[in-house]
């Protein structure tokens, strides 16, 4: 993996949790921003702006989630290989979470800024926890929330909205992306355990 450092994770961490806006999203890449009258063509086109709205609201909502839960990571766990993931989660899910700008500024979107009551809950458990429980707990948690969000981003890469469906699809690469790695890294910390009985 790369040399992204603790402290530019943690620093991630908490730009992203308190906010999504900034020049990361696609739009910025190429260095231009969806003008005023590309966003107003687009608005005019759709019909229904409820499914973007809500797929970019859930979006938002896990993205936070797993860079707290990474945050986490980060601070309980000794193990080399699981800080990396975490620190990867962090990196990945703040540039997935600035790539939800250019939708938001088109469709005039409030996505929320902080956890909700489940997530902070779900936080909460796995912060109660610590070595080898933590880590198991919150592999476990990646396994099946990415199970979930491989279904959502799969359903919206679909979308009539080009924007939607270009993120998602960039979206569901980064999560299959995680899973893998996830699955390695279960793998290996099953292995050594085993090998340490």
């Known amino acids: ?62 993205g936070m989630v797993e860079v707290a839960l990474a945050g986490l ?3 309980k766990s000794d193990n080399d290989e699981l800080r990396q993931f975490a620190l990867k989660m962090v990196e990945d899910y703040a540039q997935s979470n600035g790539g939800l700008d250019s939708i938001v500024k088109c469709e005039h979107l409030i996505l929320p800024t ?40 799969a359903s919206a890469s679909l979308s009539g909205d080009p924007d939607v469906a270009a993120f998602a699809r960039q979206g569901l690469l980064m999560l299959q992306g995680h899973q893998l790695l996830a699955d390695d890294l279960r793998a290996a910390m099953g292995t050594r355990v085993a090998n340490t009985r």
Request: glycine share 4%; with cysteine.
């Open 114 to 153: 902080e956890l909700d009551a489940k997530h902070n809950s779900l936080i909460s458990r796995l912060d109660a926890k610590s070595g080898r429980s933590f880590e198991n707990a919150y592999l476990k948690h990646i396994a099946e929330k990415h199970s979930e969000a491989v279904s959502l981003f």
């Open 73 to 75: 990571a980060l601070r």
């Open 1 to 62: 993996m790369n040399a992204f450092t603790t402290t530019a994770a943690l620093t991630v961490l908490a730009a992203t949790t308190v906010a999504f806006a900034g020049p990361t999203g696609p739009d910025s890449a190429i260095g231009t921003q969806p003008d005023a009258a590309s966003c107003q063509l687009k608005r005019e086109a759709m019909q229904d702006a409820a499914p973007s709205t809500a797929f970019a609201s859930t979006a938002a909502q896990d």
